[in-house]
């Protein structure tokens, strides 16, 4: 069993940026999609972002698309979610995911079943 850490939550006026960060030390994320996903008080889980194994693809939920942008850095082994432009209503846990499941070039926004492992969440909440 591997283990994800997400890093880079706190809190942020209506405007405002975050660069959030997800890290493993047991495996190279490189070889799995990965998925941004979030949780708000009293909401289902929602996706976010994905990007396939290698980084070919990308996709984003309507909610986020021109404000997020997925990336990675595989000399850091890092997946990072940029988000720009932030609102309130993406006051949320945010979550990294992998998954062992998708194939090469394949990402799915959302359907958390299609993920495998879990980080711990970080708060993002944006405020006045």
């Known amino acids: 069993q591997f283990h994800l850490v997400e890093s880079g939550g706190g809190l942020v006026q209506p405007g405002g940026s975050l660069r959030l960060s997800c890290t493993a030390s047991?495996?190279?994320?490189?070889?799995?999609?990965i998925g941004w996903f979030r949780q708000a008080p009293g909401k289902g889980r929602e996706g976010v972002s994905c990007?396939?194994?290698?980084?070919?693809?990308?996709d984003y939920a309507d909610s986020v698309k021109g404000r997020f942008t997925i990336s990675r850095d595989n000399g850091k082994n890092t997946v990072y979610l940029q988000m720009n432009s932030l609102k309130p209503e993406d006051t949320a846990v945010y979550y990294c995911?992998?998954?062992?499941?998708?194939?090469?070039?394949?990402?799915?926004?959302?359907?958390?079943?299609?993920?495998?492992?879990w980080g711990q969440g970080t708060q993002v909440t944006v405020s006045s």
């Open positions: 047991e495996f190279t994320l490189d070889k799995y999609a």
């Open positions: 990007m396939s194994r290698e980084g070919a693809i990308t």
């Open positions: 995911a992998a998954s062992t499941l998708l194939g090469q070039d394949t990402c799915v926004v959302g359907r958390p079943h299609f993920y495998d492992t």
